[in-house]
């Protein structure tokens, strides 16, 4: 009769799991891997590094008791000192007599046998890969051109060749190369190309990838532009201002520290060089002022003042059409705030209210008008050979000017520049008011506008020939 493990009284403890029997498997069949169990989580964690071992029962000691755990045999260690030693100590050994090994010991010995045994596969099976890689090199070619070129990557240690190396190596199309990325505006626009230059920017001409649409696009420096709030709100009048009289904003972008904004392009250019170059008709003068004014109108019934009506912001296309454009100075007025005093514009077309610091209103543009029309009659505007600060004394000092060949005129066109030139902003006619007068009978076809926009084109570029050479 076998006596059971003695368990000491002041303790109290009794293992809390029997020994671990051997499974019943078949000859030969190993038992599953065992899992590595993370103490703290106890969540058990199977390894996928190594292959399965053969399960290894504990075994028992000489005096025929399971052997506990490690954590419990610990335990009962601490709690039995008081009543001597442990039963579940290890026995020790006698002279001459090997310590026979754990379990956990067995298995920590099988697991570094195997790694190493790993570890020396495939450090061979790389040995082999590298004698491979470097005949392949032997035998392969060297480009001619390659002494000019800096040294390639070397091989991959697994004997895989550089990308550069194995493209060149390898009969066929080149590699496709990553497009680098665009800082400007190319990846949406193509064919920029540069037809002018303003205090803050250059403006150029370019295509839309996509729908092939020539467009206008303006450069401006935020760094250098001490006014930066003016160029917001020409972005802001633009976007809410679409109309046929009005060049029609279209996107914006910041591309570094400049802000690009483009726009529909009108190839004709500025009114400007048709009227350097040009003698104007009554008829094609009546057809600039009914577009111009119908774009006024709608900026002021959107409460919108431009403050800058002049022939360099009046643009042509080549068959005849006319917009406005700059709206840099544009004011924005409203019942609570209905008349502005900031003195804004170019001096040679600035209202008299403007000049002497009064409250003015839309009015302003209405003069602005006037004297864009007396432009196209004569060429230039009145004063411009005079300085501006002088022209702003004149202005204020003589009111409506002066009319060269006046007689000449017709009467209608006449009486539309004396309603257009009031210097009392009550008394001067208003957009609505110079649409309806009869100088707009006299307007003659847009297409008419045609050919001076040609021939202004054609001695701008003669001029411009003679100021290479």
Same mark, same amino acid.
């Given at each position: 009769?076998?006596?059971?493990?003695?368990?000491?009284?002041?303790?109290?403890?009794?293992?809390?799991?029997?020994?671990?029997?051997?499974?019943?498997?078949?000859?030969?069949?190993? *038992?599953?891997?065992?899992?590595?169990?993370?103490?703290?989580?106890?969540?058990?964690?199977?390894?996928?590094?190594?292959?399965?071992?053969? #399960?290894?029962?504990?075994?028992?000691?000489?005096?025929?008791?399971?052997?506990?755990?490690?954590?419990?045999?610990?335990?009962?260690?601490?709690?039995?000192? =008081?009543?001597?030693?442990?039963?579940?100590?290890?026995?020790?050994?006698?002279?001459?007599?090997?310590?026979?090994?754990?379990?956990?010991?067995?298995?920590?010995? $099988?697991?570094?046998?195997? $790694?190493?045994?790993?570890?020396?596969?495939?450090?061979? =099976?790389?040995? @082999?890969?590298?004698?491979?890689?470097?005949?392949?090199?032997?035998?392969?070619?060297?480009?001619?051109?390659?002494?000019?070129?800096?040294?390639?990557?070397?091989?991959?240690?697994?004997?895989?060749?550089?990308?550069?190396?194995?493209?060149?190596?390898?009969?066929?199309?080149?590699?496709?190369?990553?497009?680098?990325?665009?800082?400007?505006?190319?990846?949406?626009?193509?064919?920029?190309?540069?037809?002018?230059?303003?205090?803050?920017?250059?403006?150029?001409?370019?295509?839309?990838?996509?729908?092939?649409?020539?467009?206008?696009?303006?450069?401006?420096?935020?760094?250098?532009?001490?006014?930066?709030?003016?160029? +917001?709100?020409?972005?802001?009048?633009?976007?809410?201002?679409?109309?046929?009289? +009005?060049?029609?904003?279209?996107?914006? #972008?910041? @591309?570094?520290?400049?802000?690009?904004?483009?726009?529909?392009?009108?190839?004709?250019?500025?009114?400007?060089?048709?009227?350097?170059?040009?003698?104007?008709? &009554?008829?094609?003068?009546?057809?600039?002022?009914?577009?111009?004014?119908?774009?006024?109108?709608?900026?002021?019934?959107?409460?919108?003042?431009?403050?800058?009506?002049?022939?360099?912001?009046?643009?042509?296309?080549?068959?005849?059409?006319?917009?406005?454009?700059?709206?840099?100075?544009?004011?924005?007025?409203?019942?609570?705030?209905?008349?502005?005093?900031?003195?804004?514009?170019?001096? #040679?077309?600035?209202?008299?209210?403007?000049?002497?610091?009064?409250?003015?209103?839309?009015?302003?543009?209405?003069?602005?008008?006037?004297?864009?029309?007396?432009?196209?009659?004569?060429?230039?505007?009145? #004063?411009?050979?005079?300085?501006?600060?002088? *022209?702003?004394?004149?202005?204020?000092?003589?009111?409506?000017?002066?009319?060269?060949?006046?007689?000449?005129?017709?009467?209608?066109?006449?009486?539309?520049?004396?309603?257009?030139?009031?210097? !009392?902003? &009550?008394?001067?006619?208003?957009?609505?008011?110079?649409?309806?007068?009869?100088?707009?009978?006299?307007?003659? !076809?847009?297409?008419?506008?045609?050919?001076?926009?040609?021939? =202004?084109?054609? =001695?701008?570029?003669?001029?411009?020939?003679?100021?290479?050479?």
């Amino acid at each position: 009769m076998s006596t059971g493990p003695f368990v000491p009284k002041d303790t109290g403890l009794v293992p809390s799991r029997p020994a671990p029997k051997p499974p019943a498997s078949g000859p030969g069949r190993a *038992a599953p891997t065992p899992p590595i169990i993370v103490k703290d989580t106890g969540v058990p964690r199977q390894s996928t590094d190594l292959p399965a071992l053969t #399960y290894v029962p504990p075994a028992e000691s000489q005096n025929g008791m399971a052997m506990l755990p490690e954590e419990h045999r610990s335990r009962s260690r601490s709690n039995s000192k =008081a009543a001597g030693p442990s039963p579940y100590a290890p026995q020790p050994q006698q002279q001459g007599q090997p310590q026979p090994l754990s379990p956990q010991q067995i298995y920590q010995q $099988q697991i570094v046998k195997q $790694q190493e045994q790993a570890m020396t596969q495939a450090q061979q =099976a790389m040995s @082999v890969q590298r004698s491979q890689s470097k005949r392949q090199q032997t035998q392969q070619p060297t480009p001619p051109h390659s002494q000019h070129q800096p040294a390639r990557a070397a091989a991959d240690p697994n004997g895989i060749p550089a990308p550069n190396t194995q493209a060149r190596n390898v009969p066929g199309p080149r590699p496709r190369q990553r497009r680098r990325q665009s800082t400007s505006l190319d990846i949406i626009y193509r064919n920029l190309n540069k037809i002018g230059q303003g205090a803050s920017g250059g403006v150029y001409m370019a295509y839309e990838r996509v729908t092939n649409r020539c467009v206008a696009i303006k450069q401006m420096n935020l760094e250098q532009q001490p006014k930066k709030d003016l160029i +917001i709100n020409e972005i802001l009048v633009m976007k809410d201002s679409s109309h046929p009289n +009005i060049v029609n904003f279209i996107d914006s #972008y910041l @591309v570094g520290g400049d802000l690009w904004v483009t726009m529909e392009y009108m190839e004709g250019g500025s009114l400007t060089d048709v009227v350097t170059f040009n003698i104007m008709t &009554e008829g094609q003068i009546a057809s600039v002022c009914r577009e111009t004014l119908k774009g006024l109108q709608h900026l002021h019934s959107k409460g919108v003042i431009h403050r800058d009506i002049k022939s360099d912001n009046i643009l042509l296309s080549m068959d005849g059409n006319i917009k406005l454009t700059d709206f840099g100075f544009c004011a924005q007025i409203n019942e609570s705030h209905n008349k502005r005093t900031t003195t804004v514009g170019s001096p #040679y077309w600035m209202a008299p209210e403007v000049v002497t610091r009064k409250e003015y209103g839309r009015k302003v543009d209405i003069w602005s008008l006037g004297i864009m029309a007396v432009e196209m009659l004569e060429g230039e505007p009145p #004063y411009l050979t005079e300085s501006p600060l002088r *022209a702003l004394w004149l202005i204020a000092t003589n009111g409506t000017p002066a009319i060269k060949d006046e007689a000449a005129l017709s009467p209608v066109f006449r009486d539309f520049l004396y309603f257009a030139l009031k210097v !009392d902003p &009550e008394k001067r006619a208003s957009a609505h008011d110079l649409l309806r007068h009869d100088f707009m009978k006299l307007c003659s !076809d847009l297409n008419q506008l045609s050919p001076l926009v040609v021939s =202004a084109r054609k =001695a701008r570029q003669q001029e411009r020939a003679m100021k290479g050479n």
